[in-house]
C-alpha cells in the first residue's frame, strides 16, 4: 500500500528502518513505476489474504505460486544488484527477499495436508437465496 498511496515516500524513505532506504539507490524516481509495483503487492496481497482465510489447497498453492513468481526474479535481480547499499542494508535486504521466496516454497511442500474444497466452499461470496 505505502508504494501505491505515497510512492514518492517509499521512493525516498523503503523500508523505514534505521535510515536504511533501499529503493533511492536504484535509479531515478518512477511514480508510475512505483506505483504499479505498489498494485502488484496488492494484488497478490488480496490472494494470500483470502488463502489464509479460506486454508484450501487451490487457494493455498495459488497464493504460493504468485508470491514464487513475483519474489524469485526480485531475489535474483537484488543477489546481483547490490551498488549503493551498505553491508547491513544488503544483509537486511537479503533475509528479508530470501524469507518471502520461501515461505512459499515451505506452503507447497505442506499442501497435501491442507484440504481440498469443494466448488461451493471455494466460492468466497455469500450464498444468494433463490427468489
Same mark, same amino acid.
Given at each position: 500500500?505505502?508504494?501505491?498511496?505515497?510512492?514518492?515516500?517509499?521512493?525516498?524513505?523503503?523500508?523505514?528502518?534505521?535510515?536504511?532506504?533501499?529503493?533511492?539507490?536504484?535509479?531515478?524516481?518512477?511514480?508510475?513505476?512505483?506505483?504499479?509495483?505498489?498494485?502488484?503487492? @496488492? *494484488?497478490?496481497? $488480496?490472494?494470500?489474504? !483470502?488463502?489464509? &482465510?479460506?486454508? =484450501?489447497?487451490? %487457494?493455498?498453492? +495459488?497464493?504460493?505460486?504468485?508470491? @514464487? *513468481?513475483?519474489? $524469485?526474479?526480485?531475489? !535474483?535481480?537484488? &543477489?546481483?544488484? =547490490?551498488?549503493? %547499499?551498505?553491508? +547491513?542494508?544488503?544483509?537486511?535486504?537479503?533475509?528479508?527477499? $530470501?524469507?518471502?521466496?520461501?515461505?512459499?516454497?515451505?506452503?507447497?511442500?505442506?499442501?497435501?495436508?491442507?484440504?481440498?474444497?469443494?466448488?461451493?466452499?471455494?466460492?468466497?461470496?455469500?450464498?444468494?437465496?433463490?427468489?
Amino acid at each position: 500500500m505505502w508504494a501505491l498511496l505515497f510512492p514518492r515516500s517509499f521512493y525516498d524513505d523503503f523500508p523505514a528502518i534505521g535510515g536504511m532506504a533501499w529503493v533511492n539507490v536504484d535509479g531515478p524516481y518512477n511514480e508510475h513505476l512505483l506505483r504499479d509495483l505498489g498494485a502488484t503487492n @496488492l *494484488a497478490i496481497l $488480496v490472494v494470500v489474504v !483470502v488463502a489464509a &482465510i479460506r486454508l =484450501t489447497r487451490t %487457494l493455498v498453492v +495459488t497464493a504460493a505460486l504468485a508470491s @514464487l *513468481a513475483w519474489g $524469485v526474479p526480485h531475489l !535474483v535481480y537484488h &543477489i546481483f544488484a =547490490t551498488d549503493g %547499499l551498505s553491508t +547491513t542494508d544488503l544483509v537486511f535486504n537479503f533475509v528479508a527477499l $530470501v524469507t518471502y521466496a520461501a515461505t512459499p516454497v515451505l506452503l507447497l511442500a505442506m499442501r497435501n495436508h491442507l484440504p481440498v474444497a469443494t466448488v461451493a466452499s471455494e466460492s468466497i461470496e455469500p450464498a444468494v437465496a433463490e427468489v
